[in-house]
């Protein structure tokens, strides 16, 4: 499983390259994707998905209607804080051919230096054909080539080991290589372009991506540990798309949500806090009634990362809620339902851990650190349905590489597959 893992991540550098491989992948598994643009007719126990964006939303329609058997629904988010180019700006300085950056989410700066980057995005591609005009948008990774943003020597910045502060605009700036006779402004999308084997007169639109360019790797003496780029969130996006692909039809519909955009707040037409997931299940259960009445009988496992106890700093959690690598999947609820913290369902989380063999660990921040949100309370304020949050252990969270242990993310695949084959 973890060779799986390791494979899912090395292929999905950004949130788009997750949307797609997930549903390259559910498609070979008998998803049938779905126009959100046309009517819709659903045939029982049958397999379906809509993709928007970077999100994805895969289903098998249960054997009776939902508003009798109601959803069960699972969620994560694929996208990961990140830099992006701003490819028009690129100049030379210094004798180097340089591109200011934007930063997606929050990520922790120091960790983007002195590490081969990766550059991945999507282009917008136009053509002319005998039916007109079409564009179309393609993803792309630059496969041959790295970037660095250096940091700045020991000996003229002797304070670095203080907690230095970096300014996102004027130090990350990455090198691109040396200033030579290029366009800088047109370096990159000229690289791209070459990259998809398309002319670069067609690209009407370019998104650049800094991404951490070493694959996912086994780090621990027994390789018990997993330290790649993004693991929050594309671990659960991983366990959430095993146990929906292997799942049975059951008399319930079964949903899974790849949400974009939860790192910047959901507030997008993919992520969670929009009509996006609520309209769809409008769409399955067929009418306000039926979807009101399905509302009732639902629940959703919202899956993300939670805080392991760090060994260098054990006091940043209170003693029974500090959840470790490998202990097995986590219960992370909030009293202010920053996740969201159903009692009904976080009891019925236990007994799903219960039956299939695992300890359940526990996440409440200190009462000192007000935690940061998941997808969850955006899907339960969404669609009304009740709502837990759970997910495997990480440390180093919102690092260009985290880390964390295969083992619960196993184990939060087979928590999956036990709550889509209750009855
Ligand atoms: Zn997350």
Redesign the pocket.
Known sequence: MTDQLIDFLDTCPTAYHTADELVRRLTSSGFVPLDEGVAWAFEPRSRYLVRRGGAVVAWITGGRPVEDAGFRITTA?TDSPFLRIKHAAAQTAGGYLVAPIEVYGSPIYSTWFDRELEVAGVLAVVSEGDRGRRTRLLPFRLADARVVIPSLAYHLNRSVNDGAAVNAHDHLRVVLGSADDRDPRSALKEAAARSVGVGVDSIIHAEFHLCDARGAAPTGLAGEFLTAHGL??KAACFSIYRALANAEPRDTTLLAVWYDH??IGSRTPSGAESVFLRRLLERIAGSPEAMARAAARSAIVSQ??AHAVHPNYTNKHDRAYAPVLGGGPVLKTDVNQRYAASVELAAHIRLLCREAGFAVQELINRADNRPGS?VGPFSAAQTGIATIDVGIPLLAMHSVRETAAPSDVNAMTDITSAFFAEE
């Open positions: 988010h929050d969130n939860e790192e993300d990362a998941t």
